[in-house]
T-cell receptor, first 116, second 111 residues
Framework: GAVVSQHPSRVICKSGTSVKIECRSL??????MFWYRQFPKQSLMLMAT?????????EQGVEKDKFLINHASLTLSTLTVTSAHPEDSSFYIC????????????FGAGTRLSVL | AQSVTQLGSHVSVSEGALVLLRCNYS??????LFWYVQYPNQGLQLLLK??????LVKGINGFEAEFKKSETSFHLTKPSAHMSDAAEYFC?????????FGTGTRLQVFP
C-alpha cells in the first residue's frame, strides 16, 4: 500500500519552455503532498506544501510564479516549471501523506529535469 | 527549530562488515526521527522511524537504529553489510508538519 507514482521520470526540454510533473497517490487519498528539489549530491530541499483544493504554501526563496503547483484532487498534484532555464535542471521529488500525519511521507521515484 | 546533522558524507565498508551511519538531532520537543534510503535516480524509501515508543527501532533490510536522548543521536546500524546496501542514506527529523533532512551519507560496500 501507499504507493506514489511520479511522471515523467526524466524530461529534457529547451530553455524557455514549460514542463509539467505529475504526482499521484495510487492506492490512497493524499490530503497533503510535498514537492522537493534535490541538487546533485545534496539533500532534499522542500519547495512547497500542497493541500487539496487550496493554494500551495511555498518555502522561503521559492518563486511561486516559477513553480506552479496544482492539487486539484485527493490523488493528484502537479508541478509546472514555467519558462525553464538551465539553472532549473534538478531532481524533483514529490511525497504524499495519509490523513493528518504529515510526518509520515511516501515518496515518488523522482523526475530528472534537464533544461538545455 | 529542528535539525539533523549527519557526520560523514561518505562511509566505506567491506561486505560483511558492520555498517554505522551517524545522525545527531536538535529538537526542542520530543522528536520523530526517520532514516530513508535513496538508490540512484530514485525517490526515498523509508527504512525505519522512531515515534517515541521503543528506543531501539528495527527496520527493513536488517537495519536498526537506537534513539539516545542523552546523546541526541539516532545512529543507523546493520551488523553485516551487503553489496545491495550501497546507496545514499538520509536521516530526518519531523517538524510540526514537515520533514527536515540531513545532508546524507553515501555508503559504499566493497567486496
Amino acid at each position: 500500500g501507499a504507493v506514489v507514482s511520479q511522471h515523467p521520470s526524466r524530461v529534457i526540454c529547451k530553455s524557455g519552455t514549460s514542463v509539467k510533473i505529475e504526482c499521484r497517490s495510487l492506492d490512497f487519498q493524499a490530503t497533503t503532498m510535498f514537492w522537493y528539489r534535490q541538487f546533485p549530491k545534496q539533500s532534499l530541499m522542500l519547495m512547497a506544501t500542497s493541500n487539496e483544493g487550496s493554494k500551495a504554501t511555498y518555502e522561503q526563496g521559492v518563486e511561486k510564479d516559477k513553480f506552479l503547483i496544482n492539487h486539484a484532487s485527493l490523488t493528484l498534484s502537479t508541478l509546472t516549471v514555467t519558462s525553464a532555464h538551465p539553472e532549473d535542471s534538478s531532481f524533483y521529488i514529490c511525497s504524499a501523506t495519509i490523513g493528518g500525519k504529515k510526518n509520515i511521507q511516501y515518496f515518488g521515484a523522482g523526475t530528472r529535469l534537464s533544461v538545455l | 527549530a529542528q535539525s539533523v546533522t549527519q557526520l560523514g558524507s561518505h562511509v566505506s565498508v567491506s561486505e560483511g562488515a558492520l555498517v554505522l551511519l551517524r545522525c545527531n538531532y536538535s529538537s526542542s520537543v520530543p522528536p520523530y526521527l526517520f532514516w530513508y534510503v535513496q538508490y540512484p535516480n530514485q525517490g526515498l524509501q523509508l527504512l525505519l522511524k522512531y515515534t517515541s515508543a521503543a528506543t531501539l527501532v528495527k527496520g527493513i533490510n536488517g537495519f536498526e537504529a537506537e534513539f539516545k536522548k542523552s546523546e541526541t543521536s539516532f545512529h543507523l546500524t546493520k551488523p553485516s553489510a551487503h553489496m545491495s546496501d550501497a546507496a545514499e542514506y538520509f536521516c530526518a527529523v519531523s517538524d510540526t508538519d514537515k520533514l527536515i533532512f540531513g545532508t546524507g551519507t553515501r555508503l559504499q560496500v566493497f567486496p
